[in-house]
């Protein structure tokens, strides 16, 4: 999952870039509301997590712009701000939840984790896709109730096509969302990533359908 974090406060925005990654997401980091508002116009995310007290404009008010923009990626506000006032204002402008500084980074990644979850129709921590389980918390893959060993970026693609699932989940999305911007693959980085989960999950659990994506499945599909 692909992560903004609009901070101008460099030494949080550090502590708390590290501690996202250290919980596997992806991260890209704007210190002021023009440049957010740049990178959530160009670029797809998963999650932002916006400083109220930016040096540019409050950032409630830059939240706003984007609602009434049709921009509707969950979002978390972080603020220093505690008065109810102030957070009514924030859920106003169009903020999912909220965190007051100074706060656990461990917190923000669960309400992160969950922000995400519903975003795709998910309640409970653990997605089920037929008998492959992932607990977005610890980022564990069972496969029949047995652990599933993934590498760093096997895990984040399996993942965001567990979020999406039984939707179809085009190569440019996969792009998007679970690659880092600098480091965006071509398609046959995607192909070979894939084929390498069916080799550990089983062929048929991740369905290719020309020209559109891939699939992940919850039963194997009837013979012919």
Not at 30 to 50: K, P
Request: net charge negative; with cysteine.
């Amino acid at each position: 999952m692909k992560c903004l974090l609009v901070e101008d406060d460099q030494a949080l925005a550090r502590e708390l870039s590290q501690a996202l990654r250290d919980g596997d997401w992806l991260v890209e980091h704007a210190a002021t509301g023009q440049e957010a508002d740049f990178l959530v116009r160009t670029e797809a995310y998963d999650t932002l997590i916006l400083d109220v007290g930016l040096p540019d404009g409050d950032g409630t008010r830059w939240l706003s712009a984007w609602r009434e923009d049709g921009i509707d990626l969950p979002v978390l506000i972080l603020t220093a701000r505690e008065r109810w006032a102030d957070k009514a204002a924030g859920f106003t402008a169009g903020a999912d939840d909220y965190v007051t500084k100074p706060f656990e980074p461990a917190e923000v990644l669960f309400r992160l984790r969950a922000l995400v979850r519903r975003s795709h129709g998910h309640a409970h921590p653990v997605l089920k896709v037929g008998e492959l389980s992932l607990d977005t918390h610890t980022q564990h893959v069972t496969l029949a109730g047995r652990p599933v060993g993934l590498t760093a970026q096997e895990a984040r693609l399996l993942g965001y096509l567990m979020h999406a699932a039984p939707r179809v989940v085009s190569r440019t999305e996969l792009s998007e969302h679970v690659y880092d911007r600098d480091h965006e693959p071509d398609s046959n980085v995607i192909d070979v990533q894939v084929s390498r989960l069916r080799r550990k999950l089983g062929s048929w659990r991740i369905a290719t359908l020309r020209g559109q994506g891939y699939r992940l499945l919850a039963e194997e599909p009837a013979s012919e």
